[in-house]
């Protein structure tokens, strides 16, 4: 999944992961799983997560690894939410990806304009009491959303699998538009279709 905060990438990810059965992987829920339970990884994260940096990549990638074995162990597919956020993470969760065999088959993008964006991230804001979610903080982490954005999506359209869509509408229609488009892909080649079920809590011990 990739777009902008706002976009509905939680909501889209959760509808695909159900649809075909596969794990969902949100890194920033893994991350913040391990501050609450303290465990090393929590120990070396929470400043970045307070500060709403992004995690060293030797972290995050060890992570993404672990990740993409459970999902392989319960039937070879996933959908990926927080990842890449840099273009150098594009790298080299791609490199893990293809060493063992699970490069993605498909890029979704889900593509909000600037004004609707502020308009529920402000309304999520005022919902959650987040005193801190200013229009002006909003509309720098789209700035910085954008200027990373860019070139990860150009990359999976030029690698063929960018999926895109416009999430302006309804939820439900934006849904249906990528299942639509999912189904339409090539079936994956390769081992399994056989689901089982995957457990990613504590995903990452070992990584600090
Ligand atoms: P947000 O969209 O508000 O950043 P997330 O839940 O996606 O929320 O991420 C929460 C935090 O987790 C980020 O601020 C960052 O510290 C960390 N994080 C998430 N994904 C990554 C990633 N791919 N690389 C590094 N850090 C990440």
């Known amino acids: 999944m990739i777009g902008p905060p706002g976009a509905g990438k939680g909501t889209q990810g959760a509808l695909i992961a159900e649809h075909f059965d596969i794990p969902r992987i949100v890194m920033g829920d893994l991350l913040r799983d391990h501050v609450a339970r303290h465990t090393n ?40 939410d927080g990842v890449p956020r840099t273009m150098a993470q594009a790298r080299a969760a791609y490199t893990i990806a293809a060493e063992l065999g ?28 987040r005193d801190d979610d200013t229009e002006a903080v909003i509309r720098h982490r789209l700035e910085l959303y954008q200027k990373a954005a860019q070139p990860i999506i150009a990359w999976f359209a030029q690698r063929g699998i960018l999926v895109s869509v416009d999430a302006m509408r309804q939820a439900g229609e934006v849904g249906r538009e990528i299942l639509t488009a999912l189904e339409l892909l090539p079936e994956p080649t390769g081992p399994a279709s056989v689901r089982h079920p995957v457990d990613l ?8």
């Open 41 to 80: 990884i929590g120990r070396v994260v929470e400043g970045y997560l307070g500060r709403g940096e992004l995690v060293p990549d030797d972290v995050m990638l060890c992570i993404v690894r672990q990740a993409l074995i459970a999902a392989r162990a319960a039937g070879g597919g996933y959908v990926f």
């Open 102 to 129: 699970m490069t993605a088959n498909a890029a979704v993008h889900l593509r909000v304009d600037d004004r609707e964006l502020m308009r529920r991230l402000l309304g999520r804001a005022a919902l959650e009491h």
């Open 201 to 208: 809590s504590g995903l990452g011990a070992g990584c600090a």
